[in-house]
């Protein structure tokens, strides 16, 4: 292990003049501090983490709320991507991740009482119940806190454009000849409410009347529950020619449906997905989906935490939003219209 000592050595000071530059203190010469910090990385030398802490009165860990009861998340490919990125940006900027739940060992705790256990120095809050009294009790608090895909007046959010996602979709499948567009939506959350406002959005541009027995509320990442409101909107009278589904996971038990019932996709019905993750590149037909930039989310939501942390004066509490991209497959046919 590289000390200081050893920096001292090589640089021909003393152990102090080290101690000053490489803690950022400025009674030193500019290229003494240069020097030292150019000695200090070629040996490897890394900060003691304890040692940072007492100066800089932060304790270089960051919390992560993310509770998952489907217990799919961290092995499904949206959320993994969102987490991985928000870590790798994390450490890149000499902190560490840990996870926030509601207890500590066998003691039952807040989300505020484990992140004050803990020390963290602020919060990521993703995949949760955002109306639940433990999370809003953690964003009323005095912690820096960044929200994923949900905004609070007093908070700083990352938030993918679901809007503009769905708005894009619906035109894709009417540029196509579609009139009769079905759309199966997740649980009510900020996500969903925003993109039935894409959906009507853009069906109110494209001067689109679709009937209510056409939008159905089903479940995020549930193929079972996509699979029956498919069956169910095929049953109708006047089924629709397209059905926008929750998302790219739940696509699966939604098209399973459709063939059960003796049907083509797209021949016969056409399918739309949202997520953009590398199961919908390989199904068959390909589905034509909307990619959320899952690395840039948890990339930003990181680098906006720390500086929420680091430049509390400075640093603006705003609401950042995070493009996508429509991805054509070949799971909507085109329909000729008059």
Do not use: W
């Not at 993750?277 to 930039?293: E, F």
């Not at 720390?306 to 509390?312: A, D, F, G, V, Y």
């Not at 705003?318 to 991805?327: A, F, K, M, S």
Request: overall charge negative; aromatic content about 6%; some cysteine.
């Amino acid at each position: 292990m590289v000390s200081m000592k050893d920096i001292a050595k090589a640089c021909g000071v003393s152990v102090a003049t080290v101690s000053k530059a490489l803690s950022g203190q400025p009674d030193i010469g500019e290229q003494t501090r240069e020097q030292i910090c150019k000695t200090a990385d070629s040996l490897g030398y890394m900060t003691n983490s304890a040692a940072r802490a007492l100066k800089t009165n932060r304790t270089y860990n960051i919390g992560v709320l993310f509770v998952d009861e489907r217990r799919s998340g961290l092995a499904h490919e949206y959320f993994s991507s969102v987490l991985e990125s928000l870590k790798v940006e994390a450490e890149a900027g000499g902190y560490d991740i840990t996870f926030i739940n509601r207890n500590v060992g066998k003691k039952a705790t807040t989300y505020l009482q484990h992140c004050q256990y803990r020390g963290v120095d602020g919060v990521v809050i993703a995949c949760v119940d955002f109306d639940d009294p433990q999370v809003l009790e953690l964003v009323n608090s005095r912690l820096p806190v960044v929200t994923i895909d949900h905004v609070f007046n007093n908070r700083a959010a990352v938030v993918s454009d679901n809007v503009r996602g769905t708005e894009e979709l619906v035109r894709c499948v009417y540029a196509k000849g579609h009139r009769r567009i079905a759309f199966i939506h997740g649980e009510r959350t900020a996500v969903t409410e925003n993109r039935l406002t894409g959906f009507y959005r853009a069906c109110d541009a494209l001067e689109l009347e679709i009937p209510d027995d056409y939008i159905r509320e089903g479940v995020y990442h549930d193929p079972d529950r996509c699979a029956e409101l498919t069956q169910e909107l095929l049953r109708l009278p006047e089924p629709p020619t397209c059905i926008l589904m929750p998302d790219d996971f739940s696509s699966i038990g939604g098209e399973n449906a459709i063939r059960r019932m003796g049907l083509r996709i797209p021949e016969d019905v056409s399918a739309v997905g949202y997520d953009g993750i590398q199961i919908a590149s390989v199904m068959s037909p390909a589905l034509t989906t909307y990619r959320q930039d899952t690395q840039a989310l948890g990339r930003t939501a990181a680098a906006k935490l720390i500086e929420l942390i680091e430049k509390p004066r400075t640093a603006l509490v705003d609401r950042i939003l995070i493009p996508g991209h429509l991805v054509e497959g070949a799971s909507v046919r085109r329909i000729e219209t008059l």
